[in-house]
């Protein structure tokens, strides 16, 4: 069985890293290859093979917005991911050369021609030819073949993502008309091109598409149209691609794991400064209203082969329950669990806990802060006195507005002091809680 996703981006965020051999998925933290590597797989697409998923994505290991390569990575869980050959590298004098736009690369398997053909966002460094790239292979990894890029049915097209339906019939879903209208078109029988638009949301100012199919319903997840920066994703619903969309909620999604199984939202938190460090937000979504809701786990396990997903618990500790110094100062608000949070530290200000619980071995820490900047701010970490450890902290939209970012700590077993923002200049982001989770 065979399956394509769509990748888009999404809002919620955090830090450290995701080594070889994990069990479980932490949104937001730094994830490694089996080979130690960061993993540059960015505006993805999955395809199953078999019982093997392939991840398709930007390198951007350059810091860069334009081309370097099509990576391509292969696993078995969705937790662990080896890396393959490129999939897609540049070629000089075309669409794709290193002084070029290719993104949100996405690959459908076409039975008929028994190839792999990769679609992507193809463009010029300043976006003005707002086109689709083609390739293919005779392999999910490749090489591909670059075919071309032009704009599909002649307009423009720059997000954009693919859907294969049940009865293998596919569509291409792109931002059209200067980002203004939303259009699905559907694909000739090799994949190939376009043939006809078969729906369009006019005014609707969609980016960053991903279809999926549960219970005969149609169910599109997409994001507004803001550069770099996050902003709440919506769906829409449909018993038909070709039918009237249904706006429902603010929400995404993305990797179903079969026939009405657990889905599984994969979007990115772009780092615009320093895309390279763009992090991955993988999250379960739950459809027991009916509807899909995102479940905003900082630590969480799949099951591939039962199609299920399990949420970490963990132990909860409030900042204003610490010792304060220098400037910290208790503050009071609606939005922090308990109605209040620490705030000015660093530049002075710091903030430590005591008798934390621990159990002698690395454990995912997801520290609740609000960062009102529109930069990104950073908190040391230290435990027991330790070693500080740095923190990245993005801005989340307001100081009411609360995100978690996760760190991995070697806590001993039993009592610990955490020391959050000592010995840094810079100010961090107000700290409501964080909450220790067992697994590692």
């Not at 070029?100 to 190839?115: T, Y």
């Not at 038909?240 to 938190?269: E, H, K």
């Not at 909860?316 to 010792?323: D, K, L, N, R």
């Amino acid at each position: 069985m065979r399956f394509i996703l769509s990748c888009f981006t999404a809002a919620l965020i955090a830090e450290r890293a995701l080594v070889s051999a994990e069990s479980v998925i932490v949104p937001g933290a730094t994830w490694t290859d089996t080979s130690g590597n960061v993993i540059q797989a960015h505006g993805a697409g999955i395809l199953k093979v078999g019982s093997t998923f392939y991840w398709f994505g930007e390198d951007k290991a350059a810091n860069s917005a334009l081309f370097s390569a099509v990576s391509c990575y292969t696993s078995s869980d969705l937790v662990n991911w080896s890396r393959q050959s490129n999939a897609l590298t540049p070629i000089t004098g075309t669409m794709i050369s290193t002084s070029d736009i290719v993104e949100r690369p996405k690959v459908l398997f076409n039975e008929k021609n028994q190839e792999y053909v990769m679609w992507f966002h193809s463009d010029t460094s300043d976006y003005g030819a707002a086109m689709v790239g083609l390739a293919t292979a005779e392999t999910p990894c490749g090489p591909y073949t670059y075919k071309g890029s032009w704009q599909p049915l002649g307009a423009d097209s720059r997000d954009m993502g693919l859907f294969q339906d049940t009865d293998l019939s596919a569509y291409l879903l792109y931002a059209s008309d200067n980002n203004q209208d939303f259009k699905i078109a559907s694909l000739d029988s090799d994949y190939y091109n376009v043939t006809a638009v078969v729906s369009q949301l006019n005014g609707a100012t969609l980016e960053a598409p991903g279809i999926v199919k549960r219970d005969s319903t149609y169910y599109l997840f997409a994001s507004h149209t803001s550069g770099w920066d996050p902003n709440p994703n919506k769906f829409f619903s449909s018993s038909s691609l070709s039918g009237n969309w249904t706006y429902f909620s603010q929400n995404a999604y993305d990797l179903p794991l079969g026939s009405n199984a657990s889905v599984i939202y994969m979007g990115d938190r772009w780092r615009p400064s320093l895309l390279g460090s763009s992090r991955y937000i993988w999250y379960p979504l739950d459809w027991s209203s009916g509807s899909p809701q995102i479940v905003p786990a900082d630590v969480w396990s799949v099951d591939v082969s039962a199609g299920t997903y399990s949420v970490a618990s963990g132990a909860s500790y409030e900042a204003e329950s610490g010792t304060l110094s220098g400037n910290a100062t208790v503050m009071s608000g609606s939005s922090f669990s308990g109605g209040e949070a620490v705030g000015y530290l660093g530049n002075g200000g710091s903030v430590t806990i005591n008798d934390v619980q621990g159990n002698g071995q690395g454990q995912w820490v997801a520290l609740y802060y609000a960062n009102a900047d529109s930069t990104w701010r950073n908190t040391t970490v230290s435990v027991n006195g330790g070693a500080t450890v740095l923190v990245d902290q993005p801005n989340t939209g307001g100081e009411d507005v609360l995100l978690s970012v996760p760190v991995k700590l070697n806590l001993t077993n039993g009592a610990n002091s955490v020391t959050f923002s000592s010995n840094q200049s810079s100010y961090a982001g107000d700290l409501d809680k964080f909450i220790v989770y067992q697994q590692g």
